[in-house]
């Protein structure tokens, strides 16, 4: 919030959205931008939106947590949600049957903010609470009717860093269908396997956009991770007002699957289990002893990504494929030895897996383009 106009927008193919709004100058420009028309790709990253971790403590001290419990209509079993969460917002407060928790206070202006930068009336706000490295989210679109075609989704994380992961789909779940224009004809998963996966690192304060047709053509993850300090994850939301019943049965569903799960009379009631994140430290908090020191941020080269799932190739811009041989930022992240000249480039090179703002601005326009096609897999 609040950053310099320094920052440097960097796009890929084209750089049709435009950050040149009336009040651009009390608006940050993307760090980075993603725009991949013929890929369906359009991500903008605002590394350290928020540069103060004041906030960060202020939502761990407040809010309630859920672990939403609920029977699988698909599978026909208990499921618990993969971390902790909360909602608020919607379309409706007025309702009696619709669950409504107004957005708190003390976040109002931070929803106000992202809504004025991104030109979208955020009006719903999902909060998660990723506690250690066991907890995730799995592969899913934020795509529904109710949020409109093209619905942009940002989302801002707190704490720990993570690898927001993208998989490209050939007609995106939940409506993989045999008579998608692209299908083969055979009912499957809908991945789409010649594409690579990407990672983003993604860092506390960091803002990262999804855009456009995004939605519809690719799902993202949080993959558990072998330690990982605790995660904050706000997802900013804009349920359509003119979705009338199908916008209020989303909301309810949001409110569901966050929230109160099969329980939503004892939530009313107030007898559900919630947590603070206060307990939870007292109840697990030694089981983050084995993070140590501190952190240690892995990128999926070094197959740290979790999930039990087989790895396919993914690539990641600001991890170490940066320092892969495709750009003329060839050297290794490891070989700015002393002697090596404190070029820009070498500082980028050098500087762990998370960009650095100062120094990726600092690039110059074909060495950054050269590592966002690697990025893209061209
Ligand atoms: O934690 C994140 O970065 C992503 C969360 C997410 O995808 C969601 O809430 O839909
Ligand atoms: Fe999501």
Redesign the pocket.
Known sequence: MNLPESSTKSTTESSTKSTTKSDSLQHPSPTLSISSPSLHLHVDIYKKYVPSDTLFQTILSKTTWYRVKYESARYKNQCETPCYTNFYGGVTSTSPVTPYQPVPDYLAPLVAEVSSLLNTPFNAI?L?L?FDGSDN?AW?T?GRKFLGPTPTIA?L?FGGG?D?QLRKMTDCWPCVSTSAPNSTGVRDDGVDRSEPERSLP?ASGDLLVMHSDMQDHWH?R?PSVRSRLPRV?I?FRYILPTSGDVGVKGQETYYKYMVYGDHKEEWRGGTIESFKYERLLKVKGSMLGHVGGGEKRKSIFDGASGGGEKERKTTSIFGSSAAKPTSKASASPNSAAPSTPQTDENKYLASNTTVDREVWSDLSEDIRNGIVAEWLGN
Request: aromatic residues 14%; hydrophobic residues 40%; proline residues 0%.
């Open positions: 999902l998660r990723y989210i899913h934020d989302s994380s993570a927001f993604v993202h949080v994850n997802n």
